[in-house]
């Protein structure tokens, strides 16, 4: 930016209604005069010095407040430093959004305010990360092109030390916390799994197709309006903290209703989260509404742990294996049995040495783009 040209004194003698003096000069009055003029000349360079400087002072060099000054990026919360040549690298979500600079005081300071991010062109657009990219765990290194396993642990929170134990397996897993969990530790349960390069996701109660079936509180039901699934979920969600999204917990009613299932995934779009239908029906309708939505979804191939024997569960996860190797990626939902917990164990460690990528559910999410991941802080 051009710097503004300082304003100067005009001379004083060419001020308008200035008089010449027609009196007689006294003798010796020449060179008091000499003396009068150098001494008004030396106060006019002293006068314009403090002028330009004044003038500085007064109206500071626009380049300056603009490498000062913050917008606010909104990204469902999220705000950016903005540096001269675009925003920082380094994202600050925060729960309620925030301002980052205020228009008023860059117009008295002689900049005119940035247009807001949503009146500029596509081109200029930074892509937004949803909440689910901010929280995503990170991708081995050396995934690559390798076969894809995502394995997810439910039921985390109900017990702590099962939970724990669940925590220290080998990264990264995902665990899904039941939404109604009762410890006082569900926070600091999620943080230690998010620290251990685990992902976290909400295990949401709805409601089964048996009614004898108690699927827990605050479960979604068919019965439900759009409002009441809102609050509901909302309920669940505010006691977790670091999800991705959420899988159902039970539900084999509440995802086999189209109409059920738009409503939520409505409200997942809102909040920027995917969604993981843990297929207990072959009726349901949660990807297919998922996909109307544009919610990031996927769904769970192998249950694990039904039959609780050691030989049973490495007999699913060679199934797994053989799905991921066909089709690129595949899905496992189990549970944090003691006997779940010792086979995956020895078979994780395993299945790295066998080729396979082990990842987090992001990794194999579809109908979204997972490249804001890598950009994001941890």
Do not use: C
């Not at 500029?120 to 050396?142: G, I, L, T």
């Not at 092109?145 to 897993?173: F, Q």
């Amino acid at each position: 930016m051009a710097q503004r040209k300082s304003r100067t004194n005009r001379s004083r003698a060419n001020r308008p209604g200035r008089r010449s003096s027609t009196k007689t000069r006294r003798p010796g009055g020449a060179q008091r005069t000499g003396r009068l003029m150098a001494l008004g000349a030396s106060l006019f360079v002293a006068g314009a010095a403090v002028g330009t400087v004044g003038g500085f002072a007064l109206h500071p060099d626009p380049a300056e407040v603009t490498r000062t000054a913050q917008r606010s990026t909104p990204d469902g919360g999220g705000s950016y430093s903005q540096a001269p040549n675009g925003p920082d690298k380094e994202a600050s979500p925060s729960v309620d959004g925030g301002v980052g600079s205020d228009d008023r005081e860059r117009r008295t300071a002689g900049v005119k305010p940035e247009r807001a991010p949503d009146e500029k062109s596509a081109e200029a657009r930074e892509p937004e990360a949803e909440r689910w990219q901010h929280n995503a765990a990170a991708m081995p290194a050396d995934a690559g092109d390798k076969p894809r396993i995502a394995i997810v642990l439910d039921d985390m929170g109900l017990e702590v030390d099962a939970t724990r134990d669940a925590i220290d397996l080998p990264s990264p897993i995902t665990l899904s916390f039941l939404t109604y969990a009762e410890t006082d530790d569900l926070h600091a349960l999620t943080a230690s799994a998010r620290r251990a390069g685990h992902e976290v996701m909400a295990h949401v109660p709805m409601q089964p197709s048996s009614a004898s079936v108690d699927p827990g509180p605050h479960a979604l039901t068919r019965a439900m309006s759009g409002d009441a699934i809102r609050a509901n979920l909302a309920w669940g969600l505010d006691r977790l903290s670091g999800y991705v999204g959420i899988n159902n917990h039970m539900g084999s009613a509440a995802t086999a209703d189209g109409r059920t299932m738009r409503r939520l995934m409505a409200e997942l779009d809102d909040r920027g989260l995917l969604f993981l239908d843990s297929r207990t029906t072959a009726e349901t309708k949660a990807i297919e509404a998922a996909k109307g939505a544009s919610v990031p979804h996927t769904e769970r191939d192998v249950f694990l742990d039904n039959v609780k024997d050691p030989g049973a569960i490495r007999e699913q996860l060679r199934e797994l294996e053989a799905l991921a190797r066909r089709d690129g990626s595949a899905v496992a939902i189990g549970h944090p049995y003691d006997v779940t917990i010792s086979v995956l164990a020895d078979w994780l460690p395993e299945a790295r040495e066998r080729g396979v990528a082990l990842v987090p559910i992001s990794a194999v999410v579809q109908g979204a783009d997972r490249r804001n991941v890598a950009a994001l802080p941890e």
